[in-house]
């Protein structure tokens, strides 16, 4: 089990960028496919961005081309690099980790995951 530590989240105007981070705490942290995903009150938690622990990336339709998620190992970290930010963007990001070291193919899906973080706020203004 790990315990997922985010930070990053802040206001930022339309086009503007942001990096999240997620700090995995536990020794198993290599070994698991790593999630971002947002929710904006009403709504379910979506997700935006899947790692595998070879580095293999999937995204959301939505976020292609203007967000990048990488992991680093040694520094047992998750990152979320959002570019051309836009107002639509705004919600809360968590990170999340799965259950296997491979993403599979319902990798937005809530229930493949088994650790959360607790969550930071994503803030685009017009």
């Known amino acids: 089990q790990l315990r997922l530590v985010e930070s990053g989240g802040g206001s930022v105007e339309s086009g503007g960028s942001l990096r999240l981070s997620c700090r995995a705490i536990?020794?198993?942290?290599?070994?698991?496919?790593m999630a971002w995903f947002r929710q904006v009150p009403g709504k379910a938690r979506a997700g935006v961005a899947s790692?595998?622990?070879?580095?293999?990336?999937t995204y959301a339709d939505s976020v292609k081309d203007r967000f990048t998620i990488s992991r680093d190992s040694d520094e047992a970290t998750l990152y979320l690099q959002m570019n051309s930010l836009k107002v639509e963007d705004t919600a809360t990001y968590y990170c999340?980790?799965?259950?296997?070291?491979?993403?599979?193919?319902?990798?937005?899906?809530?229930?493949?995951?088994?650790?959360w973080g607790q969550g930071t706020q994503v803030t685009v203004s017009s």
């Open positions: 536990g020794n198993t942290y290599g070994t698991f496919c």
């Open positions: 999340a980790a799965g259950k296997y070291g491979y993403c599979p193919g319902s990798w937005s899906n809530m229930n493949e995951y088994n650790d």
């Open positions: 790692i595998e622990r070879d580095g293999t990336t």
